[in-house]
């Protein structure tokens, strides 16, 4: 029963995938969402930076034709050393930001290390991997906190896609990181709205984590 609850609230909050025709996965880790894509037979471009994570993600893709991986860690400022912390649960907590309370969240989950990496911005890497935006519409994130850092260097690529699901809390669950209001605000400004909004975890106290899709106004349907 659990299993069918867990599939029927995937289908509700994915709604948007039979509408789309590619996606560009931003935090890929290592392509859980792979046989799910296929299904709907969605072009994936996905994005993971961690050296580790990103070779398991492309050895599970492989046989997947229309599905690629690149390595790249995307923040809002090209060529940018940063600091990379490391989670413990295999990497998928992993973030540019210190942990704060989702430490009161998920005590079981820590840092381990860092490594050293260059930022890109998502506009800078279309151009010089020469990816072809028309085929992507979608874009899938979970950057633990730094969305809106992300979102900020990827202003031109969002003027062709439709949809953005996006994993964001209530609470600053990392040090600096972005909530959900936060990309509410953003979005707006952008041009989207707010389309579902979907708590996967909530705690008394702390907060809720919420997975939310925004999708594009028509332009008859823009604020003037």
């Given at each position: 029963m659990r299993g069918i609850k867990r599939a029927r609230a995937s289908r509700r909050i994915n709604f948007f995938l039979k509408r789309s025709r590619g996606v560009i996965h931003i935090g890929a880790s290592s392509g859980q969402e792979r046989d799910l894509?296929?299904?709907?037979?969605?072009?994936?471009?996905?994005?993971?930076?961690?050296?580790?994570?990103?070779?398991?993600?492309?050895?599970?893709?492989?046989?997947?034709?229309?599905?690629?991986?690149?390595?790249?860690?995307?923040?809002?400022?090209?060529?940018?050393e940063v600091a990379l912390h490391i989670a413990s649960n295999s990497g998928k907590s992993s973030s540019v930001l210190p942990m704060k309370d989702h430490k009161r969240m998920w005590p079981h989950v820590h840092y381990d290390g860092q490594l050293s990496m260059r930022s890109t911005t998502l506009d800078t890497l279309i151009r010089r991997e020469s990816v072809d935006e028309r085929s992507y519409d979608t874009i899938v994130m979970d950057t633990q906190g730094s969305e809106l850092r992300v979102l900020m260097g990827a202003r031109s690529t969002l003027q062709g896609i439709t949809y953005v699901k996006v994993e964001a809390a209530d609470f600053e669950s990392y040090e600096g990181g972005c909530t959900v209001e936060d990309l509410s605000a953003f979005f707006g400004e952008a041009g989207f709205v707010e389309e579902r909004r979907q708590c996967f975890s909530s705690m008394p106290g702390v907060g809720s984590y919420f997975d939310l899709v925004f999708r594009r106004l028509d332009k008859a349907q823009q604020p003037t």
């Open positions: 894509y296929a299904e709907h037979n969605l072009k994936v471009l996905w994005l993971e930076p961690i050296p580790g994570v990103f070779d398991q993600l492309v050895e599970n893709i492989r046989g997947y034709a229309n599905q690629r991986a690149l390595q790249a860690l995307l923040l809002d400022q090209d060529d940018v």
